[in-house]
């Protein structure tokens, strides 16, 4: 499994933009990259999945380039409510290795 | 979203007693997880579960853990006998295959 690395933690306000870059130096080829997210005593929920370019739904957008040695998950106009740990995974399977996440913290 | 459904929420025993907790799966979802999350550490990856036998196993799955679907529906997640380190919140999760795992809300196990 490919590590990742991503920032411990990161501070945001109210109605920001919020990009989170993870870094992949090892992916392989079969591998996707998929952020969790997790609220303090819920379990993990998934966001956003992809293999390349640019993925988005009605949460986030993710952006891959080419060499796919690191990707960047954009949150838009974030709230209180986005407050959360973001987690990135890269992966060809289902087991999911967690490592310790990118704590966002939004303020008012 | 699909819903998860763990019980109990909250489970305290003693050190040496054996626990089990419970999952309801999402039906048409055939791949099963347990997981477990040390307060404030990251969350682990347990086991593996699929078509009635166990896919893959993390190292913290010693003899002592065990899983089943002792009716065909719930899935349980059995700890014979409970050390103190084996406090944490337990979360199983279910998915299709290959993609998005859908995680259930969590037993916080106290072991005293």
């Known amino acids: 499994l490919a590590k990742t690395t991503q920032p411990i933690s990161m501070d945001s306000y109210e109605g920001q933009e919020v990009n989170i870059t993870c870094s992949h130096n090892n992916i392989a080829t079969n591998d996707y990259i998929t952020w969790y997210q997790q609220f303090p005593s819920q379990g993990p929920r998934f966001i956003i999945q992809?293999?390349?370019t640019k993925v988005t739904n009605e949460v986030a957008s993710l952006f891959i380039p080419a060499d796919r040695k690191s990707s960047t998950l954009s949150l838009p106009r974030v709230s209180l409510s986005d407050t959360a740990v973001y987690y990135c995974?890269?992966?060809?399977?289902?087991?999911?290795?967690f490592g310790k996440g990118t704590r966002l913290h939004i303020l008012p | 979203e699909p819903e998860v459904t763990q019980t109990p929420s909250h489970q305290v025993t003693q050190m040496g007693q054996e626990v089990i907790l419970r999952c309801v799966p999402i039906s048409n979802h055939l791949y099963f997880y347990w997981y477990r999350q040390i307060l404030g550490q990251k969350v682990e990856f347990l086991v593996s579960f699929y078509n009635n036998e166990i896919s893959e196993k993390s190292e913290i799955f010693d003899d002592q853990f065990s899983v089943e679907r002792p009716d065909g529906s719930n899935f349980t997640l059995k700890i014979r006998s409970t050390k103190l380190e084996d406090s944490a919140m337990y979360f199983c999760?279910?998915?299709?295959?290959?993609?998005?795992?859908?995680f259930g809300p969590g037993t916080r196990l106290t072991v005293t």
């Open positions: 992809g293999y390349k």
């Open positions: 999760a279910f998915s299709t295959g290959f993609d998005e795992q859908y």
């Open positions: 995974l890269v992966g060809a399977d289902d087991k999911i290795i």
